[in-house]
């Protein structure tokens, strides 16, 4: 628990600076460019004096928490003025990606509409969706499917888990079963594009393998506050990512609000009701936290999107599995209709739905 609120102490401040730091370059603000260096160097000078340590405990919380937030404003500041974003980079990961694309659109789907959207939900790829399909996903609130994020690398992470469970519960063994998951994870970021929510799903990963390896427990609120001092270190203009900030937002109602919701229904073991309810406040605690920035970005609140992602939520999960599976076994030359048939009724069944919710 102390070890959480430290990180929490040093994740805040720095992202309130960045964020600060951003707002003043949309408003057209010099303040930053001209008082952040002034600021920093006091703070940085009255932290070494020797008088630091003898001021009283919550005037040195206070030099800290500034210098930590300062810190954050001279992040985005200098990040803002070297931008490379506009530099096109070409992942090593592209002809995986490429790859992956052809594969699916070879399978024998009697439907254009079930390659197009596994060609979403594996890498990100929608320029085969419909204008149709697009609109249902975002007017049922089920949008966030589409974008690749944690959702999905946490399918992908767990089908891997059951791929090389075999090997055993040894110390040795825990150990390759971390480090397979971590390159396994990287490579599929980087080979859909490392966007800023795959990225923060990456982290997560990482710090959860990582600190198994370390044989040290954590809790989901460190991984949270960890990850993002992280990614805002490496890139402090993710902070503008609309991405970014629903993945965070979301994550932090799952770590902050959902703990709470889901105690509202007794733990019984495996009780499908319980695990409806499971399911159900995951989606609120997300709502609670992402709909205000849903609202600020987009001006729309989807009234449905309960129902639509307790129905969207495990097919997406029975869709991508099938599929990986399929494309798997397709390498070498097997084609399951078994499989097929699996996806395609899946796929019907999702789209269906969400087209219906949409129109309610």
Not at 40 to 57: A, Q, W
Not at 209 to 225: G, H
Request: net charge positive; with cysteine.
């Amino acid at each position: 628990m102390t070890e959480e609120r430290d990180i929490v102490k040093f994740a805040l401040p720095f992202t309130a600076g960045i964020s600060t730091a951003w707002l003043l370059k949309v408003t057209g603000t010099g303040f930053s460019s001209i008082c952040i260096p002034i600021f920093l160097i006091l703070g940085l000078s009255l932290m070494m004096s020797g008088k630091f340590r003898f001021l009283p405990r919550p005037a040195q919380w206070s030099v800290l928490y500034s210098s930590v937030f300062l810190t954050g404003m001279i992040s985005f500041t200098a990040a803002f003025h070297t931008d490379l974003s506009s530099v096109e980079v070409r992942s090593f990961g592209k002809v995986f990606y490429d790859s992956v694309n052809n594969a699916i659109e070879s399978l024998p789907f009697r439907k254009d509409e079930t390659a197009a959207l596994l060609k979403a939900l594996i890498t990100g790829n929608r320029t085969a969706l419909t204008p149709e399909l697009s609109e249902a996903f975002r007017k049922s609130g089920a949008s966030h499917i589409l974008a690749l994020s944690g959702m999905h690398l946490g399918i992908v992470y767990g089908l891997m888990t059951k791929m090389i469970s075999p090997i055993g519960n040894s110390r040795t063994a825990q150990i390759i079963r971390s480090i397979t998951m971590i390159s396994a994870c990287w490579f599929y970021t980087l080979a859909t594009g490392s966007g800023e929510s795959m990225t923060r799903a990456f982290l997560f990963i990482l710090l959860h393998e990582s600190a198994s390896i370390l044989n040290r427990k954590t809790s989901l609120r460190q991984i949270l506050y960890a990850s993002l001092i992280i990614q805002l270190t490496i890139d402090p203009l993710a902070i503008r990512s609309v991405s970014f900030q629903l993945s965070y937002a979301a994550m932090a109602g799952i770590a902050h609000i959902h703990p709470h919701l889901s105690r509202f229904w007794p733990q019984d073991g495996r009780n499908l009701f319980r695990r409806i309810w499971e399911s159900a406040s995951l989606s609120i605690s997300c709502q609670i936290t992402t709909g205000p920035l849903a609202w600020l970005y987009f001006r729309s609140f989807p009234h449905h999107f309960l129902l639509a992602n307790l129905i969207a939520a495990p097919l997406t999960g029975v869709i991508i599995t099938s599929a990986l599976v399929l494309l798997a076994i397709n390498t070498i030359g097997l084609c399951p209709q078994i499989l097929v048939n699996l996806i395609e009724l899946s796929v019907s069944l999702m789209t269906g739905a969400l087209k219906t919710i949409a129109s309610m």
